[in-house]
């Protein structure tokens, strides 16, 4: 599901909303999440999950042409952690529902 995507259900559902805001209300929902993660914070949407920063550590790497080493600074990425009830929702789904590329996946385990 894309961003626009999520703008059109939300849209169809509550009619009172025009498709502008909607979309707007998305945007503000999203800007606010992503300056929230960008201050530290931790987001957490009960049944749906958590959004948190990881810190990855300073490592030496390879440049894969030359060999040679290469000093790869700190960085902090985005993580998304399931909530019970989305794991155990996502879990219930049977193989026939997915995309086909997901149940690859899911064959492997």
């Keep these: ?3 626009s995507d999520l703008v059109i259900q939300l849209a169809e559902r ?18 606010a ?3 929230a993660l960008a201050r530290g914070h931790r987001i957490e949407i009960r049944g749906f999950g958590s959004f948190s920063i990881n810190r990855r550590p300073p490592r030496i790497g390879r440049n894969p042409r030359s060999g040679e ?3 790869i600074p700190e960085k902090l990425v ?16 049977p193989p026939a529902a997915l995309p086909a590329s ?6 492997a385990d």
């Design 1 to 3: 599901m894309t961003r």
């Design 14 to 31: 509550f009619s009172q909303l025009t498709h502008r805001d909607t979309e707007f209300a998305v945007k503000t929902i999203v800007d």
């Design 33 to 35: 999440m992503s300056v």
């Design 69 to 71: 080493r290469v000093v």
């Design 78 to 93: 985005p993580h998304f952690k399931p909530g019970k009830a989305l794991r155990e929702a996502v879990d219930a789904l």
């Design 102 to 107: 997901a149940n690859r996946s899911r064959a």
